[in-house]
């Protein structure tokens, strides 16, 4: 297999900059891609997992897609990016998919299959990696899922309107409240439930069929593949798989991973 791998860098990190970033509780427009992992950034610990796999011919990180927002994810990525072997291209406008679809017309004629992966996941473990590409060379769609362990409920849309616990920060600033209370409706049976993470593989005519869609909207790709009526496979996914999204994500990552941020580092110890 020669496996081309496409990691969408191009969101703004909403929920991530909704709780402001670890150092700046009340900043926002931090990328979570440039928060610092043991003195290197998230993005190029993601990159990290896959530029010196032998499946691994070729990596692209779709990156923003406003011009300005380019250059600047240039000036802070670009460098690094280049001395792992990764390909930068202009991301999707509005849409995760969009990122994905620019990425697969820069995926070389040789790769047999693509990989797709989170750029906030960084600390996927090799093994996890292996399962997955493993799997890949007898099937066609590959994800790697772990099972629903906790309750889970449905909730109303609109949240309650509790007066008596309003933030008064929030008021201030204007925003609605980090910790919105919301009605229960009912109850969600969690036998055969999974939870998805990647990297997702899939044959690489697959994944092109699948973007050939006209409705390319999907929580991941899997779901294109799935509207197919294709089958998709899972194997075995991991706890520590974990997807930065808040910024109460990071220390839990710094431990996952055994790094620390450069100012709690000796400083001979940071390069």
């Known amino acids: 297999m020669q496996i081309a791998v496409i990691i969408p860098a191009a969101g703004m990190s909403t929920r991530f900059n909704r709780s402001g970033s670890e150092s700046d509780p009340l900043s926002s427009g931090r990328s979570k891609l440039d928060e610092d992992l043991g003195g290197k950034t998230v993005l190029q610990r993601t990159i990290e997992l896959f530029n010196t796999r032998p499946e691994v011919h070729q990596i692209i990180v779709a990156g923003p897609h406003d011009p300005a927002s380019m250059e600047s994810f240039k000036l802070r990525h670009g460098d690094r990016l280049n001395l792992l072997g990764a390909e930068l291209v202009a991301g999707g406008k509005d849409h995760r998919w969009q990122s ?46 772990v099972a629903v362990s906790d309750t889970l409920k449905r909730v109303s849309s609109e949240p309650i309107d509790d007066k008596s616990e309003a ?72 706890e520590r798989n974990l997807k930065l999204t808040r910024p109460g994500d990071l220390p839990v990552l710094r431990a996952i991973m055994n790094v620390h941020t450069k100012s709690t580092r000796a400083s001979h110890k940071r390069f």
């Open 100 to 145: 994905v679809q620019s990425a697969l017309d820069r995926v070389t004629e040789d790769a047999t299959h693509i990989a797709i992966h989170d750029a906030a996941r960084p600390a996927t473990p090799p093994e996890l990696i292996d399962r997955v590409f493993d799997a890949s060379a007898r099937f066609n769609a590959v994800i790697p899922a």
């Open 167 to 238: 933030d008064p920060l929030a008021a201030i600033l204007g925003a609605g409240g980090s910790n919105p209370m919301q009605e229960v409706v009912d109850g969600v049976d969690r036998v055969d439930l999974v939870q998805v993470q990647t990297p997702q593989v899939f044959e690489r005519s697959l994944l092109i069929r699948a973007y050939a869609q006209e409705d390319l909207t999907s929580t991941d790709d899997a779901g294109l593949v799935e509207r197919l009526g294709e089958q998709v496979v899972t194997v075995q996914g991991d």
